[in-house]
Protein backbone atom coordinates (compact mmCIF):
# COMPACT_ATOMS: atom_id res chain seq x y z
CA UNK A 1 0.00 0.00 0.00
CA UNK A 2 1.38 3.62 -0.83
CA UNK A 3 2.07 6.23 1.37
CA UNK A 4 -1.24 8.15 0.21
CA UNK A 5 -3.71 5.70 1.85
CA UNK A 6 -1.92 4.78 5.06
CA UNK A 7 -4.55 6.43 7.03
CA UNK A 8 -7.82 5.39 7.79
CA UNK A 9 -8.96 8.72 6.62
CA UNK A 10 -7.23 8.52 3.43
CA UNK A 11 -8.28 4.33 2.39
CA UNK A 12 -11.90 6.27 2.93
CA UNK A 13 -11.35 9.46 1.05
CA UNK A 14 -9.46 7.65 -1.80
CA UNK A 15 -12.69 5.17 -1.76
CA UNK A 16 -15.73 7.49 -0.82
CA UNK A 17 -14.58 10.17 -2.66
CA UNK A 18 -16.37 9.03 -6.36
CA UNK A 19 -19.61 8.32 -4.44
CA UNK A 20 -19.67 11.44 -1.90
CA UNK A 21 -17.83 14.03 -3.89
CA UNK A 22 -18.12 13.15 -7.70
CA UNK A 23 -17.16 16.63 -8.88
CA UNK A 24 -13.81 16.20 -7.97
CA UNK A 25 -13.45 13.57 -10.72
CA UNK A 26 -13.24 13.69 -14.11
CA UNK A 27 -16.83 11.94 -15.52
CA UNK A 28 -15.93 12.09 -19.29
CA UNK A 29 -14.55 8.52 -20.25
CA UNK A 30 -17.39 7.31 -17.98
CA UNK A 31 -19.58 8.85 -19.90
CA UNK A 32 -18.56 7.44 -22.94
CA UNK A 33 -18.09 3.99 -21.84
CA UNK A 34 -21.55 4.36 -20.25
CA UNK A 35 -22.89 5.57 -23.72
CA UNK A 36 -21.37 2.78 -25.60
CA UNK A 37 -22.23 -0.10 -23.10
CA UNK A 38 -25.80 0.98 -22.80
CA UNK A 39 -26.03 1.22 -27.14
CA UNK A 40 -24.68 -2.49 -26.69
CA UNK A 41 -27.28 -3.50 -24.64
CA UNK A 42 -29.81 -2.02 -26.68
CA UNK A 43 -28.19 -4.03 -29.26
CA UNK A 44 -28.66 -7.11 -27.30
CA UNK A 45 -32.59 -6.62 -26.61
CA UNK A 46 -32.79 -6.17 -30.50
CA UNK A 47 -30.73 -9.52 -31.26
CA UNK A 48 -33.12 -11.28 -28.37
CA UNK A 49 -36.11 -10.44 -29.51
CA UNK A 50 -35.42 -10.59 -33.14
CA UNK A 51 -34.31 -14.34 -32.10
CA UNK A 52 -37.52 -15.11 -30.44
CA UNK A 53 -39.50 -13.82 -33.85
CA UNK A 54 -37.50 -15.66 -35.96
CA UNK A 55 -36.23 -18.54 -33.97
CA UNK A 56 -32.81 -20.36 -33.78
CA UNK A 57 -32.40 -20.41 -37.31
CA UNK A 58 -30.82 -16.84 -37.29
CA UNK A 59 -27.73 -18.68 -35.42
CA UNK A 60 -25.09 -20.87 -37.59
CA UNK A 61 -26.37 -24.17 -35.91
CA UNK A 62 -27.18 -26.81 -37.98
CA UNK A 63 -28.31 -30.58 -37.95
CA UNK A 64 -24.89 -31.74 -36.57
CA UNK A 65 -23.63 -28.90 -34.94
CA UNK A 66 -26.73 -28.03 -32.37
CA UNK A 67 -24.60 -25.85 -29.56
CA UNK A 68 -22.72 -23.29 -31.77
CA UNK A 69 -22.26 -19.96 -29.86
CA UNK A 70 -24.73 -19.91 -27.76
CA UNK A 71 -23.73 -22.89 -25.31
CA UNK A 72 -20.07 -21.68 -25.94
CA UNK A 73 -20.94 -18.28 -24.49
CA UNK A 74 -22.98 -19.60 -21.74
CA UNK A 75 -19.89 -21.61 -20.62
CA UNK A 76 -17.59 -18.71 -21.25
CA UNK A 77 -19.41 -16.61 -19.21
CA UNK A 78 -20.22 -18.82 -16.15
CA UNK A 79 -16.55 -19.20 -16.28
CA UNK A 80 -15.86 -15.69 -15.69
CA UNK A 81 -18.88 -15.47 -13.16
CA UNK A 82 -17.29 -18.53 -11.00
CA UNK A 83 -14.09 -17.28 -10.71
CA UNK A 84 -15.17 -13.83 -8.75
CA UNK A 85 -16.28 -15.61 -5.97
CA UNK A 86 -14.00 -18.75 -6.04
CA UNK A 87 -11.05 -16.00 -5.86
CA UNK A 88 -12.34 -14.11 -2.82
CA UNK A 89 -13.71 -17.08 -1.05
CA UNK A 90 -9.93 -18.80 -1.64
CA UNK A 91 -8.00 -16.11 -0.44
CA UNK A 92 -10.19 -14.95 2.40
CA UNK A 93 -9.56 -18.68 3.78
CA UNK A 94 -6.06 -18.41 2.86
CA UNK A 95 -5.41 -15.24 4.54
CA UNK A 96 -4.09 -13.18 1.76
CA UNK A 97 -4.17 -9.69 2.47
CA UNK A 98 -3.98 -8.53 -1.02
CA UNK A 99 -6.99 -9.52 -1.79
CA UNK A 100 -8.37 -6.28 -0.11
CA UNK A 101 -7.95 -4.25 -2.91
CA UNK A 102 -10.28 -6.59 -5.54
CA UNK A 103 -12.60 -9.11 -4.01
CA UNK A 104 -15.53 -6.22 -4.08
CA UNK A 105 -15.11 -5.96 -7.93
CA UNK A 106 -14.62 -9.38 -8.33
CA UNK A 107 -17.92 -10.61 -6.19
CA UNK A 108 -19.94 -8.18 -8.57
CA UNK A 109 -18.40 -9.33 -11.67
CA UNK A 110 -19.81 -12.78 -10.27
CA UNK A 111 -23.28 -12.21 -9.96
CA UNK A 112 -23.01 -10.40 -13.13
CA UNK A 113 -21.60 -12.80 -15.32
CA UNK A 114 -23.26 -15.59 -13.90
CA UNK A 115 -26.51 -13.94 -14.42
CA UNK A 116 -25.54 -13.07 -18.24
CA UNK A 117 -24.52 -16.64 -18.77
CA UNK A 118 -28.01 -17.82 -17.35
CA UNK A 119 -29.20 -16.09 -19.98
CA UNK A 120 -27.98 -18.06 -22.97
CA UNK A 121 -28.91 -21.44 -22.53
CA UNK A 122 -32.70 -19.77 -22.20
CA UNK A 123 -32.23 -17.82 -25.23
CA UNK A 124 -30.61 -21.60 -27.14
CA UNK A 125 -34.16 -23.27 -26.57
CA UNK A 126 -36.25 -23.64 -29.64
CA UNK A 127 -39.43 -22.72 -26.97
CA UNK A 128 -37.39 -20.43 -24.65
CA UNK A 129 -40.94 -19.63 -23.19
CA UNK A 130 -41.01 -23.35 -21.46
CA UNK A 131 -37.86 -23.00 -19.87
CA UNK A 132 -39.15 -23.67 -16.45
CA UNK A 133 -39.95 -26.62 -17.25
CA UNK A 134 -36.63 -27.20 -15.77
CA UNK A 135 -38.36 -26.22 -12.33
CA UNK A 136 -39.77 -28.99 -10.84
CA UNK A 137 -43.03 -27.29 -10.39
CA UNK A 138 -46.36 -29.26 -9.23
CA UNK A 139 -47.14 -31.93 -11.71
CA UNK A 140 -50.18 -31.03 -13.39
CA UNK A 141 -49.26 -31.58 -16.62
CA UNK A 142 -47.54 -35.01 -16.05
CA UNK A 143 -43.77 -34.06 -16.78
CA UNK A 144 -41.47 -33.68 -14.77
CA UNK A 145 -37.37 -32.80 -14.89
CA UNK A 146 -35.23 -35.37 -16.53
CA UNK A 147 -33.16 -35.86 -13.30
CA UNK A 148 -30.33 -37.65 -15.04
CA UNK A 149 -29.88 -34.71 -18.02
CA UNK A 150 -26.32 -32.54 -16.69
CA UNK A 151 -28.63 -29.43 -18.12
CA UNK A 152 -31.32 -29.80 -15.18
CA UNK A 153 -27.91 -29.68 -13.21
CA UNK A 154 -27.13 -26.67 -14.69
CA UNK A 155 -30.01 -24.77 -13.71
CA UNK A 156 -29.78 -25.99 -9.88
CA UNK A 157 -26.39 -24.91 -9.65
CA UNK A 158 -26.72 -21.51 -11.33
CA UNK A 159 -29.17 -20.68 -8.96
CA UNK A 160 -27.79 -21.44 -6.16
CA UNK A 161 -24.57 -19.86 -6.60
CA UNK A 162 -25.84 -16.34 -8.24
CA UNK A 163 -28.22 -16.63 -5.02
CA UNK A 164 -25.31 -17.36 -2.71
CA UNK A 165 -22.89 -15.00 -4.80
CA UNK A 166 -25.18 -12.20 -3.96
CA UNK A 167 -25.59 -12.95 -0.49
CA UNK A 168 -21.78 -13.36 -0.17
CA UNK A 169 -21.34 -9.89 -1.47
CA UNK A 170 -23.90 -7.65 -0.14
CA UNK A 171 -22.47 -9.21 3.51
CA UNK A 172 -19.16 -7.70 2.78
CA UNK A 173 -20.59 -4.30 2.05
CA UNK A 174 -22.50 -3.44 4.95
CA UNK A 175 -19.72 -2.36 6.76
CA UNK A 176 -18.77 0.09 4.22
CA UNK A 177 -22.27 1.26 3.53
CA UNK A 178 -22.38 1.86 7.22
CA UNK A 179 -19.26 4.06 6.55
CA UNK A 180 -20.81 6.01 3.37
CA UNK A 181 -23.82 6.61 5.49
CA UNK A 182 -21.99 8.42 8.53
CA UNK A 183 -19.75 9.97 5.36
CA UNK A 184 -22.86 11.49 3.16
CA UNK A 185 -23.53 15.18 2.79
CA UNK A 186 -26.81 14.86 1.75
CA UNK A 187 -30.23 13.52 3.64
CA UNK A 188 -31.18 11.55 0.74
CA UNK A 189 -27.91 9.55 0.78
CA UNK A 190 -27.63 9.19 4.43
CA UNK A 191 -31.23 7.69 4.20
CA UNK A 192 -30.45 5.18 1.23
CA UNK A 193 -26.64 4.61 2.82
CA UNK A 194 -28.32 4.01 6.24
CA UNK A 195 -31.64 1.31 5.02
CA UNK A 196 -28.55 -1.33 2.99
CA UNK A 197 -26.59 -0.80 5.92
CA UNK A 198 -29.20 -2.36 8.00
CA UNK A 199 -28.68 -0.82 11.19
CA UNK A 200 -24.81 -1.17 11.10
CA UNK A 201 -23.25 0.34 13.95
CA UNK A 202 -19.43 -1.20 14.20
CA UNK A 203 -19.84 -3.00 17.63
CA UNK A 204 -17.65 -5.70 18.57
CA UNK A 205 -20.69 -7.80 18.73
CA UNK A 206 -21.55 -7.23 15.27
CA UNK A 207 -18.38 -7.51 14.06
CA UNK A 208 -17.88 -11.41 15.88
CA UNK A 209 -20.82 -11.79 13.97
CA UNK A 210 -19.62 -10.40 10.55
CA UNK A 211 -16.53 -12.19 10.52
CA UNK A 212 -17.75 -15.78 11.71
CA UNK A 213 -20.85 -15.63 9.02
CA UNK A 214 -18.02 -14.50 6.00
CA UNK A 215 -15.95 -16.94 7.09
CA UNK A 216 -18.40 -19.43 6.75
CA UNK A 217 -19.73 -18.56 3.57
CA UNK A 218 -16.24 -18.13 1.95
CA UNK A 219 -16.12 -22.24 3.59
CA UNK A 220 -18.77 -23.08 2.18
CA UNK A 221 -18.43 -20.82 -1.79
CA UNK A 222 -15.18 -23.18 -2.51
CA UNK A 223 -16.73 -26.63 -2.90
CA UNK A 224 -20.24 -24.43 -4.28
CA UNK A 225 -17.91 -23.15 -7.26
CA UNK A 226 -15.99 -26.31 -7.56
CA UNK A 227 -19.59 -28.46 -7.86
CA UNK A 228 -21.23 -25.42 -10.41
CA UNK A 229 -18.38 -25.57 -13.18
CA UNK A 230 -18.00 -29.19 -12.44
CA UNK A 231 -21.23 -29.54 -13.78
CA UNK A 232 -20.75 -27.02 -16.65
CA UNK A 233 -18.34 -29.79 -17.54
CA UNK A 234 -20.25 -32.69 -17.32
CA UNK A 235 -22.60 -31.07 -19.63
CA UNK A 236 -20.03 -32.62 -22.14
CA UNK A 237 -18.21 -35.27 -19.94
CA UNK A 238 -21.58 -37.27 -19.25
CA UNK A 239 -22.39 -37.45 -23.16
CA UNK A 240 -20.46 -40.14 -25.42
CA UNK A 241 -19.03 -38.40 -27.83
CA UNK A 242 -15.48 -38.48 -28.48
CA UNK A 243 -13.38 -35.98 -27.17
CA UNK A 244 -16.44 -35.26 -24.53
CA UNK A 245 -16.71 -38.62 -22.70
CA UNK A 246 -13.21 -37.78 -20.43
CA UNK A 247 -13.14 -38.15 -16.58
CA UNK A 248 -10.66 -34.59 -16.93
CA UNK A 249 -13.64 -32.22 -17.93
CA UNK A 250 -14.72 -31.18 -14.61
CA UNK A 251 -11.28 -30.65 -13.16
CA UNK A 252 -10.22 -29.39 -16.38
CA UNK A 253 -13.25 -26.32 -16.50
CA UNK A 254 -12.71 -25.34 -13.06
CA UNK A 255 -9.22 -24.59 -13.66
CA UNK A 256 -10.44 -22.93 -16.91
CA UNK A 257 -13.05 -21.18 -15.16
CA UNK A 258 -10.04 -19.29 -12.84
CA UNK A 259 -8.03 -18.99 -15.38
CA UNK A 260 -10.59 -16.85 -17.65
CA UNK A 261 -11.95 -15.16 -14.53
CA UNK A 262 -8.40 -13.73 -13.22
CA UNK A 263 -7.89 -12.44 -16.37
CA UNK A 264 -11.14 -10.24 -16.51
CA UNK A 265 -10.40 -9.78 -12.79
CA UNK A 266 -6.64 -8.23 -14.44
CA UNK A 267 -8.87 -6.07 -16.24
CA UNK A 268 -11.37 -4.48 -13.79
CA UNK A 269 -8.83 -3.78 -11.85
CA UNK A 270 -6.86 -1.56 -13.92
CA UNK A 271 -9.96 0.11 -15.44
CA UNK A 272 -10.73 1.08 -11.64
CA UNK A 273 -6.94 2.12 -11.04
CA UNK A 274 -7.11 4.61 -14.09
CA UNK A 275 -10.64 5.66 -13.87
CA UNK A 276 -10.37 6.43 -10.17
CA UNK A 277 -7.01 7.51 -9.06
CA UNK A 278 -6.85 4.42 -6.76
CA UNK A 279 -2.98 3.88 -7.62
CA UNK A 280 -2.66 3.69 -3.73
CA UNK A 281 -4.97 0.84 -3.08
CA UNK A 282 -4.58 -1.51 -6.11
CA UNK A 283 -0.69 -1.32 -6.57
CA UNK A 284 1.77 -3.04 -9.20
CA UNK A 285 2.00 -5.61 -6.85
CA UNK A 286 -1.25 -7.02 -6.90
CA UNK A 287 -0.53 -7.21 -10.88
CA UNK A 288 2.33 -8.70 -10.38
CA UNK A 289 0.68 -11.58 -8.00
CA UNK A 290 -1.88 -11.85 -10.40
CA UNK A 291 0.61 -12.39 -13.34
CA UNK A 292 1.93 -15.01 -11.48
CA UNK A 293 -1.07 -16.92 -10.79
CA UNK A 294 -1.96 -16.76 -14.59
CA UNK A 295 1.49 -18.30 -15.12
CA UNK A 296 0.48 -21.33 -12.64
CA UNK A 297 -2.87 -21.89 -14.69
CA UNK A 298 -1.45 -21.25 -17.92
CA UNK A 299 1.02 -24.20 -16.93
CA UNK A 300 -2.11 -26.46 -15.59
CA UNK A 301 -4.23 -25.48 -18.59
CA UNK A 302 -1.15 -26.88 -21.00
CA UNK A 303 -0.70 -29.92 -18.98
CA UNK A 304 -4.71 -30.25 -19.40
CA UNK A 305 -4.03 -30.38 -23.33
CA UNK A 306 -1.10 -32.75 -23.57
CA UNK A 307 -3.73 -34.73 -21.19
CA UNK A 308 -6.00 -35.01 -23.55
CA UNK A 309 -3.41 -35.82 -26.33
CA UNK A 310 -2.19 -38.73 -24.87
CA UNK A 311 -5.72 -39.69 -23.10
CA UNK A 312 -6.74 -39.87 -27.11
CA UNK A 313 -3.28 -41.94 -28.02
CA UNK A 314 -3.63 -44.39 -25.08
CA UNK A 315 -6.84 -45.12 -25.19
CA UNK A 316 -6.33 -46.52 -29.17
CA UNK A 317 -9.89 -45.82 -29.79
CA UNK A 318 -10.07 -44.42 -33.86
CA UNK A 319 -12.46 -41.80 -33.63
CA UNK A 320 -10.25 -40.11 -30.58
CA UNK A 321 -7.53 -40.19 -32.47
CA UNK A 322 -8.88 -39.09 -35.43
CA UNK A 323 -10.23 -36.31 -33.32
CA UNK A 324 -7.30 -34.95 -31.91
CA UNK A 325 -5.57 -35.14 -35.47
CA UNK A 326 -8.25 -33.17 -36.62
CA UNK A 327 -8.13 -30.44 -34.13
CA UNK A 328 -4.08 -29.90 -35.86
CA UNK A 329 -5.35 -30.47 -39.01
CA UNK A 330 -9.46 -29.97 -39.73
CA UNK A 331 -11.07 -26.94 -40.86
CA UNK A 332 -11.06 -25.13 -37.61
CA UNK A 333 -6.62 -25.73 -36.75
CA UNK A 334 -6.09 -22.17 -36.89
CA UNK A 335 -8.56 -21.43 -33.71
CA UNK A 336 -7.38 -24.43 -31.94
CA UNK A 337 -3.29 -22.86 -32.70
CA UNK A 338 -4.51 -19.45 -31.78
CA UNK A 339 -6.10 -21.15 -28.42
CA UNK A 340 -2.98 -23.11 -27.99
CA UNK A 341 -1.01 -19.67 -28.48
CA UNK A 342 -3.16 -17.26 -26.03
CA UNK A 343 -3.42 -20.25 -23.34
CA UNK A 344 -0.02 -21.99 -23.28
CA UNK A 345 2.75 -20.02 -24.93
CA UNK A 346 1.86 -16.26 -24.51
CA UNK A 347 1.70 -16.63 -20.71
CA UNK A 348 4.90 -17.81 -20.14
CA UNK A 349 5.84 -13.80 -20.79
CA UNK A 350 5.30 -13.64 -16.69
CA UNK A 351 8.49 -15.98 -16.28
CA UNK A 352 10.24 -12.46 -16.47
CA UNK A 353 9.88 -10.15 -13.47
CA UNK A 354 9.78 -7.32 -15.54
CA UNK A 355 6.63 -8.50 -17.83
CA UNK A 356 5.08 -8.98 -14.19
CA UNK A 357 5.46 -5.60 -12.77
CA UNK A 358 4.21 -4.15 -16.01
CA UNK A 359 0.31 -3.45 -15.85
CA UNK A 360 0.20 -2.75 -19.86
CA UNK A 361 1.63 -6.07 -20.40
CA UNK A 362 0.27 -8.19 -17.71
CA UNK A 363 -3.78 -6.55 -19.22
CA UNK A 364 -2.87 -7.22 -22.85
CA UNK A 365 -1.54 -10.56 -22.03
CA UNK A 366 -4.57 -11.45 -19.64
CA UNK A 367 -6.54 -9.93 -22.51
CA UNK A 368 -5.59 -12.14 -25.06
CA UNK A 369 -5.89 -15.05 -22.37
CA UNK A 370 -9.59 -14.40 -22.21
CA UNK A 371 -9.72 -13.92 -26.19
CA UNK A 372 -8.33 -17.96 -26.01
CA UNK A 373 -10.76 -19.24 -23.77
CA UNK A 374 -13.52 -17.94 -25.45
CA UNK A 375 -11.83 -19.49 -28.51
CA UNK A 376 -11.34 -22.93 -26.49
CA UNK A 377 -14.94 -23.28 -25.75
CA UNK A 378 -15.88 -22.68 -28.92
CA UNK A 379 -13.51 -25.55 -30.37
CA UNK A 380 -14.65 -27.72 -27.30
CA UNK A 381 -18.22 -27.49 -29.35
CA UNK A 382 -17.42 -27.14 -32.53
CA UNK A 383 -14.74 -30.05 -32.97
CA UNK A 384 -16.63 -32.55 -31.46
CA UNK A 385 -20.26 -32.04 -33.22
CA UNK A 386 -18.13 -31.63 -36.84
CA UNK A 387 -16.45 -34.35 -36.42
CA UNK A 388 -18.45 -37.41 -34.38
CA UNK A 389 -18.97 -41.20 -34.93
CA UNK A 390 -20.89 -40.81 -38.39
CA UNK A 391 -19.11 -39.42 -41.47
CA UNK A 392 -22.15 -38.75 -42.92
CA UNK A 393 -23.34 -36.04 -39.96
CA UNK A 394 -19.88 -33.99 -40.58
CA UNK A 395 -20.91 -30.68 -40.60
CA UNK A 396 -18.91 -27.11 -40.60
CA UNK A 397 -20.47 -24.44 -38.11
CA UNK A 398 -20.76 -21.03 -40.14
CA UNK A 399 -21.46 -18.40 -37.82
CA UNK A 400 -23.92 -16.01 -39.04
CA UNK A 401 -23.59 -12.06 -38.01
CA UNK A 402 -26.10 -12.52 -35.43
CA UNK A 403 -24.16 -14.61 -33.68
CA UNK A 404 -21.49 -12.24 -33.33
CA UNK A 405 -23.54 -9.20 -32.59
CA UNK A 406 -25.07 -11.49 -29.20
CA UNK A 407 -21.83 -12.25 -28.88
CA UNK A 408 -19.79 -8.73 -27.98
CA UNK A 409 -23.61 -6.72 -27.27
CA UNK A 410 -23.50 -9.20 -24.25
CA UNK A 411 -19.77 -7.69 -23.34
CA UNK A 412 -21.80 -4.91 -23.14
CA UNK A 413 -24.32 -5.79 -20.99
CA UNK A 414 -21.83 -6.76 -18.81
CA UNK A 415 -19.86 -3.31 -19.01
CA UNK A 416 -23.42 -1.59 -18.56
CA UNK A 417 -23.84 -3.12 -14.84
CA UNK A 418 -20.14 -2.48 -13.71
CA UNK A 419 -20.53 1.35 -14.74
CA UNK A 420 -23.84 1.42 -12.94
CA UNK A 421 -22.33 -0.08 -9.96
CA UNK A 422 -19.26 2.15 -9.96
CA UNK A 423 -21.67 5.18 -9.24
CA UNK A 424 -23.90 3.69 -5.97
CA UNK A 425 -21.61 1.55 -4.36
CA UNK A 426 -17.81 1.52 -3.16
CA UNK A 427 -15.54 -0.73 -5.44
CA UNK A 428 -12.54 -1.16 -3.43
CA UNK A 429 -13.29 -2.79 0.07
CA UNK A 430 -12.78 -0.06 2.41
CA UNK A 431 -12.99 -2.07 6.32
CA UNK A 432 -10.58 -4.77 4.44
CA UNK A 433 -8.37 -2.32 3.53
CA UNK A 434 -8.23 -0.34 6.55
CA UNK A 435 -7.56 -3.71 8.80
CA UNK A 436 -4.67 -3.86 7.16
CA UNK A 437 -3.09 -0.69 8.03
CA UNK A 438 -4.07 -1.83 11.70
CA UNK A 439 -2.18 -5.02 11.29
CA UNK A 440 0.76 -3.20 9.99
CA UNK A 441 0.47 -0.64 12.92
CA UNK A 442 1.19 -3.99 15.17
CA UNK A 443 4.07 -5.09 13.28
Known amino acids: MQPAARSYEAVNELVSRPLLKPEELNWKFWWIAFMASLAATALMLVCILWLFTKGVGLWGVNTTIVWGFAIANYVWWIGIGNAGT????????????????????????????????????????????????????????????????????????????????????????????????????????????????????????????????????????????????????????????????????????????????????????????????????????????MAKILLAASIIMSLSYMTEWFGAWYSGAHEERSLVAYEFEGHYRALYYAMLFCNCFLPQIFWFKAARRSIAVVVVVGLMINIGMWIERINIVWMTLSHGYAVSMWRIFHPTYWDYLLMFSSLGLFALLYLLLCRIAPIVSMHETRRLLSQGAQQ
Not at 151 to 171: E, H, P, Q, R
Not at 195 to 205: D, K, P, Y
Open 86 to 289: LISAMLLLMRQHWRASINRFAEAMTIFAAGIAGLFPILHLGRPLYFYWLAPYPNTMALWPQWRSALVWDFWAILSYILFSILFWYAGLIPDLACMRDRARTRGARFWFGVFALGWRGSAHHWQIYHVYHTTMACLGVPLVVTLHSVVGMDFAASLMPGWSETIYPPYFVVGAMYSGFTMVIALAAAVRWGFSLEALITVDHFEV
